[in-house]
């Protein structure tokens, strides 16, 4: 079994940053791909942000790309969502999670296996 935390998330203003963080435990960081997906209140959740296993590939939804950035430090369990320019449309509950050899795409839910309990960003306007 994988465990999935995140953590990192709280209030900022429209305009702000923050950064998350998602570790892993059971099994080296190494042998999953990472996604984050958000979900707003009354929407359904929504991919975010994707990295492969060595990092070498990331994945963005149109909304997201160019004002946040996935990493990831194998060594440490570690994937950091960073989110800059941040807007109203962006508050939410931020989930990470680790897909463990599911085909498919990226982009979607059911490539993923493990599911974090989420960390909530409010953007204050």
């Known amino acids: 079994q994988v465990q999935v935390v995140e953590s990192g998330g709280g209030l900022v203003q429209s305009g702000g940053s923050l950064r998350l963080s998602c570790t892993t435990s059971?099994?080296?960081?190494?042998?999953?791909?990472m996604g984050w997906f958000r979900q707003a209140p009354g929407k359904e959740r929504e991919f975010v942000a994707a990295?492969?296993?060595?990092?070498?590939?990331?994945y963005y939804a149109d909304s997201v790309k160019g004002r946040f950035t996935i990493s990831r430090e194998n060594a440490k369990n570690s994937v950091y969502l960073q989110m800059d320019r941040l807007m109203s449309d962006d508050a939410g509950v931020y989930y990470c999670?680790?897909?463990?050899?599911?085909?498919?795409?990226?982009?979607?839910?059911?490539?993923?296996?493990?599911w974090g309990q989420g960390t909530q960003v409010t953007v204050l306007t």
């Open positions: 990295i492969t296993r060595n990092g070498g590939i990331t």
């Open positions: 059971g099994r080296a960081l190494i042998d999953y791909g």
């Open positions: 999670t680790a897909e463990a050899g599911g085909t498919g795409s990226y982009y979607s839910e059911k490539k993923y296996r493990y």
